[in-house]
């Protein structure tokens, strides 16, 4: 892949900013990147690149410019584009917007509107860590000392059931702000960590890193977890909807032990080198593993033109 696999940029009209550092780190890597190609020719993919701020009909004017001065797009319909928005682009009835919808890859930030993300051809970025650390992957502790711990930064969503949680000598529950050192502490001496999905998740490699198995808490089925593709999530993290409450928290932490707590607390540390964004992309790192997903999808349906059906 790294020596074979190459992309075109088309090339946008105005200075493209993204607004989260994840899109920004990953932007940047691959435009300085050995992936590129000037040679569309030998593309295996091609990659948009338009502002988050961009109007849906801006976005379709895009797409037709792309479609009308090169080939391309025809070819495929746009199964072989990909292109990044945070949020995501949702469904229009606009013939460019629907396609590439429909049919481009769209690499966004994890949480994104269920109705805006494709499963079976979308890619979430991996989220930043707002405290890197040392490159160190041991956790703090090898001893856990509390049963789990749940981090909410003011003002994101918490936890639904939170109130019956205060008080319990098993967990430690933290609000924001809090400084990466204390933090890091509290997950090294945690056997479990408490994520809200749709809330703040920032530190899910952290809590991987450091040998503290996420406990990934929603009301809905998630689709969306960076590398749902590539890793096999259920030997990493446990999974809970809202419904049961604490008493179904406590329950399923208590019977996740044994041979299974450690192997998913020893496969999370294992695969905690894919969260990582370097400002010098490193092998397995959160920008080769997003690179290796749109590898994955480089064979695409090609449809015959029109006059040749």
């Not at 037709?64 to 090169?70: A, Q």
């Not at 495929?76 to 949702?90: E, M, P, Q, R, W």
């Not at 992309?281 to 064979?299: G, K, N, T, V």
Request: charged letters at 20%; glycine letters at 6%; a neutral charge.
């Amino acid at each position: 892949m790294l020596d074979t696999f190459k992309i075109f940029i088309y090339k946008p009209d105005s200075n493209v900013v993204f607004n989260t550092l994840a899109e920004s780190i990953f932007y940047t890597s691959l435009i300085n990147s050995t992936f590129v190609t000037q040679n569309a020719q030998e593309a295996h993919l091609f990659f948009i690149p338009f502002s988050p701020n961009l109007s849906a009909r801006s976005i379709s004017r895009l797409v037709r410019k792309i479609r009308i001065e090169f080939p391309y797009w025809n070819r495929t319909l746009g199964a072989d584009h990909f292109y990044l928005s945070c949020k995501g682009i949702g469904y229009n009835s606009d013939r460019n917007i629907l396609e590439l919808k429909k049919n481009s890859v769209q690499i966004s930030c994890l949480g994104a509107t269920e109705s805006k993300f494709i499963p079976h051809k979308d890619i979430t970025l991996p989220p930043v860590n707002p405290a890197p650390v040392e490159n160190d992957h041991s956790p703090v502790n090898t001893t856990a000392s509390s049963l789990a711990y749940y981090y909410s930064p003011t003002g994101q969503k918490e936890l639904s059931f939170l109130g019956e949680l205060y008080g319990d000598s098993e967990f430690v529950i933290e609000h924001g702000p809090s400084d990466g050192l204390t933090r890091r502490e509290r997950i090294g001496n945690s056997r479990f960590c408490l994520l809200v999905y749709g809330s703040d998740v920032s530190w899910i490699g952290e809590t991987l890193r450091f040998g503290c198995v996420p406990v990934v808490i929603s009301d809905r089925p998630i689709q969306d977890l960076p590398f749902m593709d590539v890793l096999r999530w259920q030997q990493i993290a446990v999974f809970l909807g809202n419904i049961g409450g604490a008493r179904e928290l406590k329950s399923l932490l208590r019977n996740t032990n044994g041979d299974r707590y450690v192997l998913q607390k020893n496969s999370g540390m294992a695969v905690s080198q894919h969260f990582e964004w370097n400002p010098s992309p490193q092998p397995y790192d959160s920008f080769h593993m997003i690179m290796y997903q749109l590898w994955l999808r480089r064979h695409t349906i090609r449809y015959a033109p029109r006059d040749q059906m």
